[in-house]
């Protein structure tokens, strides 16, 4: 086998890029969703922590509420530092609330923002597929190059002849 032939795997590039498309236009919609069908609730802010860790932000909330056919739930949310700045004196959140939504939970004081972010790495990973997949190509073309100028010359020569 030729070393060449993996470099096939670069292929898994672009089906990573496309994995992350997939991913937050699922979570998109989810949001959308709850946004749209979830049940209004204001949720009580339980834990609010954002780290500081050199030059990356984050955080998580903790949100706790009880719904309307009398169950608690208390469920933990990432918090990216753009949407941490709006929450972050609120001891009251309002929020839609929809079980078994993939995403279940949206505060509608970081709803624009949230929709913002995920649109602007559905942006990222759809341009970042597209140079990846152009490269795959080229690298796909050089690979088939390679094998078919190091592949082996049959010459077939005629022994049973007459002299």
Do not use: C
């Not at 795997?9 to 991913?23: S, T, V, Y």
């Not at 609120?90 to 004081?109: D, E, H, L, S, T």
């Not at 624009?112 to 796909?140: C, D, E, P, R, W």
Request: proline share 2%.
């Amino acid at each position: 086998m030729s070393n060449y032939k993996l470099l096939y795997l670069i292929w898994l590039l672009p089906a990573a890029f496309l994995f992350l498309i997939i991913h937050q236009a699922a979570v998109f919609y989810g949001i959308v969703d709850t946004y749209d069908n979830g049940t209004s609730y204001t949720a009580e802010v339980v834990d609010f922590e954002l780290k500081q860790i050199a030059a990356q932000t984050n955080g998580y909330i903790v949100l706790k509420f009880n719904t309307s056919d009398g169950n608690q739930v208390q469920q933990k949310l990432s918090l990216p530092v753009e949407m941490a700045g709006n929450l972050q004196e609120i001891r009251v959140i309002p929020i839609r609330y929809q079980k078994g939504a993939f995403q279940n939970i949206v505060m509608m004081p970081t709803y624009s923002t949230q929709k913002g972010l995920i649109l602007t790495n559905l942006a990222m990973a759809a341009v970042g597929f597209l140079i990846a997949l152009f490269i795959t190509y080229l690298v796909h073309k050089y690979v088939g190059k390679k094998l078919s100028s190091t592949e082996e010359k049959l010459v077939i020569e005629r022994v049973d002849h007459d002299d």
